[in-house]
């Protein structure tokens, strides 16, 4: 039985304002449920991802099931850890006291998923906001139908469905539920709506984390072991979802001199992954819908664009299937170039120098990653001082986000706030700081009526000075 | 002629103490100099602010920021240590001048001044300038060995050009604290100070381009007008001090840009006042309540006590040596600064017309409009919907609320607005643990108030409606900065099983490869091998 929204809403406020959410072993059961739904539903997960997106059974495996498990994994291990308390040190002009901060949960949690990656998107937010100790709504984007309402049947079975709920819906039940007041709004998506979003936090003061996207750009230099870098680009883009990643590459960068040998070996390891007809082969994820295929078609075959095909360009637009395409010296100011990509198209820019990568990253918004492939270690040093994005991968792409030590997420336009490991839980609680004073060491100097003499001691204390701090507590100034 | 207004009323066994001699016509005259001054410096300067806030010298100096930003002048750390330096030259140098500033704007006296502005800037621009090499250092992350070769980093990086609304209640302190985080982290800066204390905004004005790279930080005067036109622009970061009114609006211009927001806003911040044993130690508790209350800003500070929770049975211990104490502490009107501004001097008279509010004043009470000065004024039990008690105050008027124990504060802290500050005046831990653990605020200080804000090693910020994003010490960096995750690989080893085509035997390396299983992993990849 579907319960209303607001009704829903009412009781994750309830159960939160009533501390369910709040106890380790609540915390930990519902990690524990999410490791096991994601274990024992394998089959029907990998099902939903392939209606929905058409998404090999190994990129299911590798970028969605094993993720999720990880981070509940990660989250297990770590949950007593993130939740203690942390001494920090006093400082001696406020002897005696002693400070700590202590995380706490922040309470009702708003995660609004994306249809790319359905279970990743979804689940990982919720993991950090119940390690953190939130009540959850989850949305999953209605673009991943399937995986939608799988997630809606599979949850109340696996955790506690009084505190995470899934509400189901498109755009009108977005609003609505962006209506209502949220402790935090946890958001992946693209930055139109991101603006939305952030239109309906402003309501009600609350704070958001953006996870959006950008033309992850990646440079290619000559230093560099070609087949490898090729490979790795390659898996990095098709075989992420067939190019609907936010950090998938975008575009490529590289010399005049250097791409005609970058496309040769991109198209034989192309081959290599996909064979001789890339839309009969199983290990590549269709366009999510009519609508992104009739977006994709339209970049492809702009004018100033579509003369500049030198590999792939196939389509079937009953399958939604577009094979991986590759652009050479496409006009800036063509479309393919102006919007983030999100498919299968792969626009190779050349300049004379690979130094002159640098201003045309510059140009642009700041993206989600960016990748710079070379064993040239003051390159490597000038680009990561040159170039601003969420996250940085020298020679390889993608794999960044594995990492629960790094944190995810954007700057500029591809977003505010980050996560993954502990900056899950970060992301998801409010640091107390907490004083706890004692009531010797009065000090005097602090009080009106004010003086000369109190005044430096004051400065004195202020300052550092063990002499005055050493007056103030003893109360001096005497007298008044 | 500056006779203060008295609000007198029948209050049975209550007699209301209207100290007529903390206002006596001497301190009033002075006063009257001072806000005739400051009047006439206040409309000196809407003209000057006028004129520096013209439209397009605004985006003459925002793109000058930017150029400067992009030309990569604020990433040195000897540049931003220079600052530094240059901003605590500034402080010592133009002590006086400072004091004066704030003297006129909002009557404070020099020790509270410098306690709670000059000193604390002092202090915090010094621990920048120790501490910046660690906090712009790389820190190194640990990589997971099936990455191997690879190193991982977390990179901290300026946000680029970002924006400062400041307060006029802490009116150097609002601007300068977070100027100096967002230096230290190597942004160029735009700071709008509050046009409602204009002279210390001009001071800033006169001083910063001559202390501090003036290509790089500017001070951009105005009132709503300007803010409005400010956030019409890109800013990598916004800080925004002030009222939850405000916020919103500006929150709102934001998404825009999707500029990203920090907001610090007020509350109404609860003390819980326990029966603290031993005469010293309540002593000493009151000490700090009227420090907390009156003593900083007469109560117009975000980090104030608001209101007071006490057990009925001690009020009355409570009130009497909260009474006693002011008459010591605060013997008359420049002990204490002066309301701001008419309009929230307005405001404040407001809140004690209400009849049933009024009745309730058993201390203080007097209003002294010319010198916009009121005083300290002790209310027991206002009604809890009068708007005394669902505003924050900000102000010089304390009410008590009792309860029939101390442990109903808990409850009723919860049911309302998490503030920004928490405070507790008490000897049980059982307590002390309850309200960490029950109630939700920015902090929580047990046995003290407001002293929380000189501690640089806490974050210091709100939750819910008093705000969010944290900042003082290393937050304060942070708060302008990126954390930049940076992975480097390298060509040596290279995991076929990553590529398609696949296959089972490649899912099931991977399965273990991600659980960290090298073991079952070896295994499975012989086994490939035969």
């Not at chain 1, 509940?72 to 770590?78: D, I, P, R, T």
């Not at chain 2, 929230?344 to 009024?358: C, T, Y």
Request: charged residues 20%; hydrophobic residues 45%; positive net charge.
């Amino acid at each position: 039985m579907v319960e209303s929204r607001a009704a829903a809403v009412q009781e994750l406020r309830a159960r939160f304002a009533a501390g369910q959410t709040r106890p380790a072993e609540w915390r930990a059961a519902q990690l524990r449920g999410g490791l096991r739904m994601a274990t024992e539903m394998e089959a029907e997960i990998c099902d939903a991802l392939h209606a929905d997106l058409g998404k090999p059974k190994t990129e299911a495996h590798v970028h969605e099931l094993s993720l999720i498990k990880s981070s509940c994994l990660f989250a297990l291990k770590n949950l007593k850890k993130w939740m203690k308390p942390q001494k920090v040190p006093a400082k001696l002009m406020n002897f005696p006291s002693t400070a700590r901060i202590t995380p706490e949960p922040l309470g009702l949690v708003l995660v609004i998923s994306a249809w790319n990656y359905p279970l990743l998107l979804s689940l990982d937010p919720v993991i950090g906001a119940i390690a953190a100790g939130n009540a959850v709504a989850l949305k999953p984007s209605e673009g991943a139908p399937a995986m939608s309402s799988l997630l809606a049947e599979l949850l109340p079975r696996f955790v506690d469905g009084t505190c995470i709920k899934v509400i189901e819906g498109g755009v009108k039940e977005t609003t609505a539920l962006l209506n209502q007041k949220w402790d935090k709004i946890f958001y992946t998506g693209n930055s139109r709506v991101g603006r939305v979003v952030m239109t309906a936090a402003a309501k009600h003061l609350t704070p958001a984390v953006l996870e959006l996207g950008g033309k992850c750009p990646v440079v290619v230099d000559s230093n560099v072991d070609l087949h490898i870098a090729a490979k790795r680009i390659a898996a990095g883009k098709w075989g992420c979802n067939n190019g609907q990643a936010c950090i998938a590459p975008d575009f490529i960068i590289t010399t005049q001199a250097f791409a005609p040998k970058l496309l040769e070996s991109l198209k034989k390891v192309l081959e290599k992954f996909y064979g001789k007809d890339p839309l009969l082969s199983a290990d590549l994820s269709r366009v999510v819908n009519a609508s992104h295929f009739g977006r994709l078609k339209g970049l492809m075959d702009e004018e100033m664009v579509s003369d500049k095909i030198v590999f792939g360009g196939q389509r079937d637009e009953q399958q939604l299937k577009i094979a991986p395409t590759i652009f050479l010296d496409v006009p800036l100011d063509s479309a393919i170039m102006k919007e983030e990509i999100f498919g299968p198209l792969l626009p190779i820019l050349t300049v004379d120098k690979i130094h002159e990568s640098f201003g045309l990253i510059n140009s642009m918004a700041k993206p989600l990653a960016a990748y710079l492939f070379t064993r040239d270690s003051e390159l490597q040093n000038q680009f990561e001082g040159a170039i601003s994005a969420g996250g940085m991968l020298f020679n390889d792409t993608s794999i960044h986000l594995t990492n629960p030590y790094l944190p995810f997420g954007g700057v500029g336009e591809s977003g505010t706030g980050a996560y993954h490991g502990k900056f899950s839980f970060d992301a998801f609680s409010h640091r107390k700081a907490v004083m706890n004073r004692g009531f010797a060491g009065e000090a005097r100097a602090r009080y009106p009526p004010y003086s000369a003499p109190k005044l430096k001691i004051l400065k004195g204390v202020l300052e550092g000075k063990l002499g005055d701090m050493i007056q103030a507590i003893l109360g001096f100034p005497r007298g008044k | 002629m500056g006779a203060p207004v008295a609000i007198n009323g029948p209050i049975g066994e209550r007699a209301i103490t209207c100290s007529h001699s903390q206002w006596s016509t001497g301190a009033a005259e002075q006063s009257e100099r001072v806000r005739a001054e400051s009047m006439g410096s206040m409309v000196a300067s809407v003209e000057e602010i006028g004129a520096a806030a013209a439209p397009q010298a605004v985006e003459r100096r925002l793109g000058e920021l930017r150029a400067t930003f992009e030309s990569g002048r604020t990433r040195p750390l000897s540049w931003r240590q220079s600052q530094l330096r240059g901003l605590l030259r500034l402080l010592a140098d133009k002590e006086e001048e400072a004091f004066r500033a704030l003297h006129d704007d909002l009557g404070k006296h020099r020790a509270e001044a410098y306690r709670d502005e000059v000193g604390v800037l002092t202090k915090s621009a010094n621990a920048a300038l120790r501490e910046i090499g660690k906090w712009a250092a790389p820190e190194k992350v640990w990589v997971p060995l099936v990455a191997f070769p690879a190193s991982a980093q977390v990179v901290p990086e300026p946000l680029g050009v970002v924006l400062i609304f400041s307060c006029w209640n802490f009116p150097l302190g609002l601007s300068l604290e977070p100027l100096i985080g967002a230096i230290a982290a190597g942004n160029a800066v735009a700071l709008k100070p509050s046009e409602l204390a204009p002279a210390t905004a001009r001071f800033l004005e006169e001083n910063i381009g001559e202390y501090l790279d003036a290509t790089a930080v500017k001070v951009i005067q105005g009132g709503p007008a300007v803010g409005e036109q400010l956030m019409e622009h890109r800013w990598d970061k916004v800080l925004f001090t002030g009222c939850p009114r405000v916020a919103r609006v500006v929150m709102a211009a934001a998404v825009k840009h999707l500029t990203p927001v920090a907001l610090e806003l007020g509350g109404k911040c609860p003390c819980i006042f326990d029966a603290v044993a031993g005469r010293r130690n309540l002593q000493t508790s009151v000490n700090r309540v009227i420090f907390a209350k009156w003593s900083s800003c007469a109560g117009q500070a975000c980090i104030a006590i608001d209101y007071v929770l006490v057990e009925e049975r001690f009020a009355p211990t409570l009130i009497k040596l909260l009474k006693s104490t002011l008459k010591r502490f605060i013997a008359d009107s420049d002990q204490m600064a002066r309301i701001v501004n008419g309009r929230h001097f307005q405001r404040l008279s407001n809140l004690l017309k209400d009849p049933a509010v009024a009745a309730s004043i058993l201390h203080g009470g007097g209003l002294d409009a010319k010198n916009l000065s009121i005083e300290p004024t002790i209310l027991l039990n206002p009604p809890l919907d009068s708007a005394i008690m669902t505003e924050e105050i900000f102000g010089p008027l304390l009410p008590i609320i009792t309860v029939k124990k101390i442990e109903d504060s808990i409850a009723f802290v919860r049911a309302r607005p998490k503030p920004l500050a928490v405070y507790a005046f008490t000897d049980s831990a059982p307590l002390k643990r309850r309200i960490v653990e029950e109630t939700s605020s920015g902090s929580v200080t047990f046995n003290d108030a407001v002293v929380q804000f000189g501690v640089d090693t806490l974050p210091f910020g709100g939750v819910g409606q008093s705000g969010f994003g944290q900042y003082h010490g290393k937050y304060s960096f942070e708060m302008f900065s990126h954390k930049k995750a940076v992975l480097r690989r390298g060509f040596l080893v290279e995991a076929m099983l990553r590529y398609p085509p696949w296959d089972e035997q490649k899912i099931a390396m991977m399965r273990h490869l991600f659980r960290y299983d090298y073991v079952r992993f070896i295994f499975t990849f012989l086994g490939l091998r035969r």
